[in-house]
């Protein structure tokens, strides 16, 4: 079935310790998404690359980056991670304004 | 901006219940609005999506409404079920964006 895939589904890394999460998507949607869940609170979009412009959240912090090597996947980058940063986070992919469609997340810990 | 509210934050029920939720958001000038489902420490589901020219949405035991006017949305479960246990997230475009803005949801719990 065509879907949307994050991996890991579980990661525990050491503050500090770069990090990367993967997405990837069966869709062939030209949009790809990362949002960041902290517990009981809403999805924040972090940035998202329609086709291959990047686009930036105004409050997404400087050590979050993302690459799109392709049409199919895409990284999510933590560079130096804080405590803070403790969260889901949930990839999601469109076309267009259509409706998103999103993997199962990633559950990271930072200790 | 864009902001999301939703009401209750949490709502237990016993089985069998009729149920609304409900959704508000502050720029009326939508062109859809979303209904999600997200059980504990998965993704989301969507369950339904109401176009800004529609009233309403239908599927199964989920009805969902829209009012653009009065930024108001609810999504209604008839008959709920222990399986419908989750939480209910709703969500609009920013600023007529493929981005969305989400509420942070009404925890459901069904008792049987």
């Known amino acids: 079935d065509a879907m949307v895939i994050q991996n890991p589904r579980y990661q525990v890394t050491q503050f500090g310790k770069p990090v990367t999460l993967s997405c990837s998507q069966t869709?062939?949607?030209?949009?790809m998404y990362w949002y960041q869940q902290k517990s009981s609170q809403a999805p924040k979009l972090l940035f998202h690359?329609?086709?291959?412009?990047?686009?930036n959240e105004a409050d997404t912090p400087d050590n979050f980056q993302s690459r799109r090597p392709n049409t199919s996947f895409c990284f999510l980058d933590i560079r130096s991670p804080g405590l803070g940063d403790t969260a889901m986070y949930l990839c999601?992919?469109?076309?267009?304004?259509?409706?998103?469609?999103f993997g199962d997340g990633t559950r990271l810990s930072i200790l | 901006k864009q902001e999301v509210t939703q009401i209750p934050a949490a709502l237990s029920v016993p089985e069998g219940e009729n149920l609304v939720l409900n959704c508000s958001f502050t720029?009326?000038?939508?062109?859809?609005l979303q209904w999600f489902r997200q059980d504990p420490g998965k993704g989301l589901t969507s369950l339904l999506l109401i176009q800004s020219s529609q009233r309403e949405q239908t599927s199964g035991r989920l009805n969902a409404s829209l009012d653009k006017s009065s930024g108001r949305s609810t999504l209604y479960i008839a008959a709920s079920q222990p399986g419908d246990s989750a939480t209910y997230l709703c969500?609009?475009?920013?600023?007529?964006?493929?981005?969305?803005?989400f509420g942070k949801g009404t925890k459901l719990t069904v008792n049987p």
């Open positions: 999601a992919t469109s076309r267009g304004r259509q409706p998103q469609h």
């Open positions: 720029d009326s000038a939508i062109y859809n």
């Open positions: 869709l062939n949607h030209n949009v």
């Open positions: 969500a609009v475009p920013a600023g007529g964006s493929e981005k969305l803005v």
């Open positions: 690359y329609y086709d291959k412009d990047f686009n």
